[in-house]
Nanobody
Framework: QAQLVESGGGLVQPGGSLRLSCTGSRFDLSYYAIGWFRQAPGKERERVSCISRRDGVTSYEDSVKVRFTISRDNAKNTVYLQMNRLEPEDTDVYYC?????????????WGQGNQVTVSS
């Protein structure tokens, strides 16, 4: 079964770093734009970042723009989200998703989600 698999979440202290990975299982990520989203219970899902499928153009939500970096390694069939200077407000379940373009308002394919907790 084709799927997106996230990993790399966990508990980190404020100011710390984590790197999330999104790997395709029977799913070639190089054909897709990949977005990272986050959602807390009772809140709307928020797009954090996106990377285009062909030229690697990236975009970020304003609150993470100088702290997070999205990248892709097509040889490893993986997209990363490097998160630095983490804040308690970054605590959420993080999802990666795939679609044809970062301009899509809703993405077609989703991973299972990965918890990130920022707390002292």
């Amino acid at each position: 079964q084709a799927q997106l698999v996230e990993s790399g979440g966990g508990l980190v202290q404020p100011g710390g770093s984590l790197r999330l990975s999104c790997t395709g299982s029977r799913f070639d990520l190089s054909y897709y734009a990949i977005g990272w989203f986050r959602q807390a219970p009772g809140k709307e899902r928020e797009r954090v970042s996106c990377i285009s499928r062909r030229d690697g153009v990236t975009s970020y939500e304003d609150s993470v723009k100088v702290r997070f970096t999205i990248s892709r390694d097509n040889a490893k069939n993986t997209v990363y989200l490097q998160m630095n200077r983490l804040e308690p407000e970054d605590t959420d379940v993080y999802y990666c998703a795939a679609d044809s373009s970062c301009k899509e308002s809703t993405f077609a394919y989703w991973g299972q989600g990965n918890q990130v907790t920022v707390s002292s």
